[in-house]
């Protein structure tokens, strides 16, 4: 008869702390709902917890926002109704960023413009904007919480999360700051280039905006790396050499495409 076979164990690896300290197996439950993540890793020694996000990857124009974000973990009763900030209305956005800013243990937020966006490339600049928002926290955190992809830098643990702004209150706190902050910083820009309307689009690709750059050319608070805004400045550089007759480029794309500050 043969000898029975012993079964394995799966080791899983566990994050340390700064110290070196290992905490016991986490036991997730759902019951604290959006603060879930927060409360188990708080109640395993692994606070305060930071959630991160950004606001503006997406767009042609106008910066990229990202923040971090900490909140209380007795504060959960105050945020009832925190989710992420592209479901909320205006005057929720702004109520809870309000509220954020006065009740959360700490927060950080980061503005690239776009001439960085464009230097760096989106995705590195948003990663590299992650990390300088948690730097600039006033305490460093015991975990930090991200939406969606995994980043590295911290100096503390780090976990991805799914979805992150709807199912972890820190990280949908920082998608609050970060859309408020942008889109406060395009209808300041709305008023120095109303040709636009970044207003209302704030600086995404809609067919309005489209429309504004094929009319007006792009500013210089346009992503030049975005395929859009590229071809408009070459369609203006264009127009520009046949009314002069010449045959060389103009040194300034944004004079070329007629879409300046001061347009």
Request: proline residues 6%.
């Amino acid at each position: 008869m043969a000898a029975p076979t012993r079964r394995r164990r799966r080791y899983v690896p566990q994050s340390l702390t700064a110290d070196g300290w290992r905490p016991e197996r986490a036991i997730v439950r759902r019951s604290a709902g959006t603060w879930t993540l927060q409360s188990t890793l708080q109640r395993h020694g692994l606070g305060p917890v930071a959630g991160v996000d950004e606001a503006g990857r997406g767009a042609c124009a106008g910066p990229l926002v990202v923040a971090a974000c900490v909140l209380r973990p007795a504060d959960a009763g105050r945020f009832e109704g925190l989710t992420d900030s592209k479901l909320l209305t205006a005057a929720a956005r702004e109520e809870f960023f309000a509220l954020i800013t006065r009740r959360a243990a700490d927060h950080c937020v980061v503005v690239i413009p776009p001439t960085e966006v464009d230097r760096r490339g989106v995705h590195v600049a948003n990663i590299e904007g992650m990390r300088r928002a948690v730097a600039g926290l006033s305490q460093r955190p015991g975990y930090v919480l991200t939406d969606g992809f995994p980043v590295r830098g911290f100096g503390a643990p780090a976990l991805a999360v799914p979805k992150g702004d709807l199912v972890a209150a820190c990280v949908a706190a920082a998608s609050v700051l970060a859309k408020v902050t942008r889109d406060r910083l395009m209808v300041e820009l709305d008023a120095e280039l109303p040709q636009y309307g970044f207003a209302v689009h704030k600086g995404y690709c809609t067919p309005v905006h489209d429309a504004a750059l094929a009319a007006h050319g792009p500013s210089d608070q346009h992503r030049y790396s975005f395929v859009n805004v590229a071809g408009a400045a070459a369609a203006g550089a264009e127009r520009v050499l046949v009314h002069n007759g010449t045959s060389t480029l103009p040194e300034d794309p944004v004079t070329a495409a007629g879409g300046g500050v001061g347009s």
